[in-house]
């Protein structure tokens, strides 16, 4: 089942300097040329694109313009065009005119790619010219006549000062139009508001790429509002970890960040064997066999898969791992401390923990079941009559609930919890010829049905405060109230965030505004 890997190149492919690290290139091109499908969606331009690209060795159908074209890597030829229609563009050059706004126009004028603006308006567009003097898609002209010249396919605003939404208003899918604003990768200050037809997205344009390589998966990458439409229309959304809140929370997954080989490293680990996969293979397979009744170990038979996989991944298996501690059993005791794999909920480990960070270092892993699909197996013939496709779960609000229960442990120096995110298959055992109804408990309570571990994805580790900065949401002032923190983060549980960070050591309550607590970051942090 061949997956393709979509990227966006600014704060996510590339680095700070805008560069692609030799180690990316290196891993990226082994992939590439062993067959894995490999590219990008980004905003630039396929000129401004190329020159950053020249150490890849890229092949399928690419993504400029946020969706606008499907492009050759090599050629810059487009393949798709998802351009406005006749009545978006009256409808633009009226109000620009109208309002006397001076965007950036790209147009093809001549079959040549050109960026034309007023030229007695450099004030709009200084931030967008001046770092590209020598590009020679620059057309600066006199008069709107000239601005509107040429096939247009795109606009865009430098720091508008029209009302933002009536910005909106006039550029809505009504009228044709798809738009996007955020802050310029490399400098914040500086906001883009972009204007493009409303068929055009990165979305629509990675599904379109999709479609012409035959691949049946599509995960891609991201760091900036742009994104959001592919992140959350592919089978998996990766988020750097310097991307915005808003990505961060709309993605499946958050990675190192674009100055650590992020992108690079997730596809290897993910396309090329690695001896931590082979690993957790390992583990499944220990697991399974002893589970199944092939090994007499007492005490393990009755263990949860996943239980017995994790235990066997993080400590690997030995008949004297049930070690008392105090008044209870410790899943496993090594020269690293004691393990404690707690697949239900973290609130029944409060007072074996009183016990255990008595005695050792403690480290409790509890599995996110981030991916899961369901697979029904007859048992009267033996064969899978039916898999559903895997699903993204959203489990941000139970992991707020989780660590908010053992809150009293959490940035403990002696406790170390590890939240590994799991690819589960749920393998449903049946007799007869009609599917068994799943909602039903009665009915779930005459089947077998088992949880099989297919793959750690990634690992989330809570020790030392710092660990906790990962919750804290963007643009988060040194003081603000719980209101404000709540209107930033933008996403479910967070009273329960809140809570979590101040009970990790990462925010403190230092006064009152009106009837409202105030809090701070704790000074050893920056956001």
Not at 4 to 24: F, P, Q
Not at 253 to 265: F, G, T
Not at 508 to 513: I, L, N
Request: aromatic share 10%; glycine share 4%; net charge negative.
């Amino acid at each position: 089942m061949p997956t393709l890997y979509a990227t966006d190149l600014d704060g996510t492919l590339l680095r700070s300097d805008m560069s692609i690290s030799d180690k990316s290139a290196e891993i990226l091109n082994r992939l590439i040329e062993s067959g894995v499908l490999f590219t990008f969606a980004t905003a630039r331009s396929f000129s401004s694109a190329k020159p950053l690209l020249n150490k890849l060795h890229l092949s399928c159908p690419a993504v400029t313009f946020n969706g606008v074209f499907v492009i050759d890597p090599k050629t810059g030829e487009h393949i798709i065009e998802n351009i406005f229609t006749p009545r978006s563009l009256d409808i633009a050059k009226e109000y620009f005119v109208s309002n006397d706004i001076a965007p950036l126009v790209y147009s093809y004028i001549d079959g040549r790619e050109r960026v034309s603006f007023l030229r007695d308006r450099m004030d709009d567009v200084r931030g967008y010219v001046e770092p590209r003097k020598g590009d020679p898609r620059l057309r600066p002209v006199k008069d709107y006549s000239e601005l509107f010249e040429g096939s247009i396919f795109y606009f865009t605003l430098l720091d508008p000062d029209a009302d933002i939404a009536e910005l909106y208003d006039v550029f809505s899918r009504e009228n044709g139009f798809s738009t996007s604003m955020m802050h310029d990768t490399y400098n914040k200050k500086q906001i883009w508001f972009e204007v493009f037809s409303k068929n055009a997205s990165k979305a629509s344009a990675v599904l379109q790429v999709l479609e012409l390589t035959h691949a049946d998966k599509l995960v891609c990458f991201g760091d900036n509002n742009n994104d959001i439409s592919m992140i959350k229309t592919a089978d998996t959304g990766v988020a750097v970890s310097n991307a915005c809140d808003e990505l961060r929370s709309a993605a499946d997954i958050v990675i190192e960040s674009n100055d650590e080989d992020a992108v690079a490293m997730f596809i290897r680990n993910h396309e090329e064997p690695t001896e931590e996969t082979d690993r957790f293979s390992l583990a499944l397979s220990n697991a399974m066999t002893r589970i199944r009744g092939m090994h007499g170990s007492v005490g393990t038979q009755n263990e949860k898969l996943i239980h017995a996989v994790l235990k066997n991944y993080y400590a690997p298996y030995s008949d004297e791992q049930e070690i008392k501690i105090g008044r209870y059993f410790a899943d496993a005791v090594s020269e690293d401390g004691i393990f404690e794999i707690q697949t239900k909920a973290l609130y029944r480990l409060r007072e074996k923990l009183a016990d255990f960070t008595a005695a050792a270092f403690v480290t409790v892993v509890h599995p996110v079941e981030y991916e899961t699909r369901t697979v029904y197996i007859s048992t009267d013939s033996g064969e899978v009559v039916k898999e559903t496709p895997f699903r993204k779960a959203d489990p941000k609000v139970k992991i707020f609930d989780e660590l908010y229960s053992v809150r009293d442990y959490l940035g403990h120096e002696r406790v170390r919890f590890i939240l590994a995110r799991l690819r589960v298959e749920k393998r449903v055992y049946f007799s007869g010829s009609k599917l068994p109804e799943l909602r039903s408990r009665s009915v779930r309570k005459k089947l077998t049905i088992e949880k099989v571990p297919l793959k750690l994805l990634s690992e989330t580790v809570l020790h030392s405060k710092e660990d906790y900065r990962i919750y804290l949401p963007e643009g988060l002032p040194q003081q603000f109230t719980k209101k404000e923190f709540t209107k930033l983060s933008k996403d479910g549980g967070t009273s329960l965030r809140l809570e979590v960070l101040r009970a990790a050591g990462l925010i403190k309550q230092v006064g009152t505004k009106g009837r409202s607590y105030v809090y701070s970051v704790t000074e050893e942090v920056t956001i």
